[in-house]
């Protein structure tokens, strides 16, 4: 499986950006899809995870503002950024869990897509 991320860019704080990621054949609609974000000096970490149920997990820096969904037939994912801070400056990373349920924690998943860079100037 391989994963096409696309959607980052630049924008001013309090702007929107929606990321896509697209799987290359069906990822199977039981795996629950991720996203994670690493800022330069720092640890990957969290951003959401939409399970395959559609229930969804957000990290407290992202919650009300990010928001997750997923198109099963299209084998994509989406995510939702509005309300965007400096502070989301980071490159963004797509990723198919393990199992129908899946956390924060990066080895609960199994393909990764390519980063996509998030600017958001103040």
């Known amino acids: 499986v391989q994963l096409q991320a696309s959607g980052g860019g630049l924008v001013q704080a309090g702007g929107s950006l929606r990321h896509t990621c697209a799987a290359s054949k069906r990822t199977s609609s039981n795996n629950a899809m991720g996203w994670f974000r690493q800022a330069p000096g720092k640890e990957r970490e969290f951003v959401g995870c939409?399970?395959?149920?559609?229930?969804?997990n957000y990290s407290d820096s992202v919650k009300g503002r990010f928001t997750l969904s997923r198109d099963n037939a299209k084998n994509t994912v989406y995510l939702q950024m509005n309300s965007l801070k400096p502070e989301d400056t980071a490159v963004y990373y797509c990723a198919v869990g393990l199992r129908p349920f899946a956390g924060r924690e990066p080895l609960q998943y199994r393909y990764w897509g390519q980063g996509t860079q998030v600017t958001v100037s103040s």
């Open positions: 939409i399970n395959w149920n559609d229930s969804t």
